[in-house]
């Protein structure tokens, strides 16, 4: 049977592709000119490109600070998510009375929208007393659901018997966790780490709410006051958007492999 | 341990390469940054023009606001240094009420060093 020739599929993957990276390129593009974007007809091809306006972004606004804040927070959420989710997601792998409970009760959490429990989540946040700190931004995103049960399906996939052979052993549970289920989770570790990361480096709303002085703004913030203040920006605003975008790209780019493997991990049996 | 190989896995190659990238770029600002823009003011024939009056225009967030000036000496030449400024624009004018175009400056870094091309009375 002859088969069919693959290059027309290969040539509707690729007009996709390319109509994927539009907007990609359009943001670029006028990153580098600066030109109005209304303009009609549209020049597809950059006219004088340069890069100075991401000087002047760097220059304009306190962009190293706001970098810093992001940076900061997005650590905190990413290692409170891997020590209270892995810590969450282990226990859920156990028997114990009330667990279907417990899972029914995170699995309808995730029913309720962020926006709905901001007030709560402030008054909290305010009765500690981090309110306008790294800790109060991040104090939201030190776990997520979703990650507890990426977690615990990775920790179910792994052999009894190797955990029990590890009891055997004398280890205890923590480091059962650390020495035998972490090095075999590294998908669902990979998965967190991504997840967590995209998640508070974009976060808008909670950092509105909870950040007082310009000094702890966040770089989503930090990009809505750019706008509040310049004018004539065009080019230096789609600037700033490339350089808030491109941390999240690269580290996409070198672990899409594990981000990919971590998701579909699970998705089959056998 | 192959040293190799984790020199050139991603997670490592990539951020040590920006690390370069960052370090040498802030050596060379470190050894560029002084703030002085200095150029020649000359007239139509390319003659040197002495006593000329050069300004530099700072831009606010809206608009361009003159910052400081200073005359040309005898070879037409000024210099203003400590500019701890990455985007403004020069203006050279006579006592007899002619003046230059204003060039727009963007420098790569807060108090670049630079050499302006020369600013033609008309």
Known sequence: ?270 | MNWRRVLLHRFVFVPLALAILVGGWNLYIVYNDDGIIQGVVRDGSGAALAGATVIFFERNSAYFEERKRTITDAKGAYRFTDMQIHIGQLEARTADGRQSQRRLLRLWFRAQNIDVAPLIVR
């Open chain 1, 1 to 270: 049977m002859r088969r069919a020739p693959t290059w027309p599929r290969h040539a509707i993957m690729l007009a996709v592709c390319l109509l994927m990276l539009v907007p990609f390129y359009w943001v670029i593009k006028t990153s580098l000119t600066g030109e109005n974007i209304y303009a009609w007809p549209p020049s597809i091809i950059p006219v004088n490109p340069h890069l100075f306006n991401y000087v002047d972004v760097w220059y304009l606004i306190p962009f190293p600070r706001y970098l810093l804040n992001s940076v900061i927070v997005t650590i905190m959420a990413i290692s409170g998510n891997l020590l209270f989710n892995t810590a969450a997601g282990y226990a859920l792998t156990k028997q114990f009375p009330g667990k279907r409970w417990i899972v029914l009760l995170l699995l309808s959490c995730m029913l309720i929208p962020f926006q709905a429990t901001i007030i709560p989540a402030y008054l909290i946040t305010s009765w500690l007393g981090v309110l306008n700190s790294w800790l109060g931004i991040a104090l939201p995103m030190l776990s997520t659901i979703i990650c507890i049960f990426i977690f615990k399906a990775s920790f179910e996939a792994v052999p009894r018997s190797l955990i029990d052979a590890a009891r055997v052993d004398g280890l205890s549970e923590w480091r059962i966790v650390v020495r035998i289920l972490l090095p075999l989770s590294k998908p669902a570790i990979a998965t967190n780490v991504i997840l967590n990361f995209i998640w508070s480096w974009n976060a808008f709303l909670w950092p509105l709410i909870v950040v007082r002085s310009p000094d702890m703004q966040t770089l989503p913030l930090g990009l809505a006051r750019f706008l509040s203040v310049m004018e004539d920006t065009t080019g230096a605003l789609f600037a700033f958007v490339v350089m808030v975008l491109v941390p999240g790209l690269t580290i996409f780019l070198m672990a899409q492999k594990e981000f990919i493997r971590g998701l579909t991990s699970g998705a089959t049996k056998g």
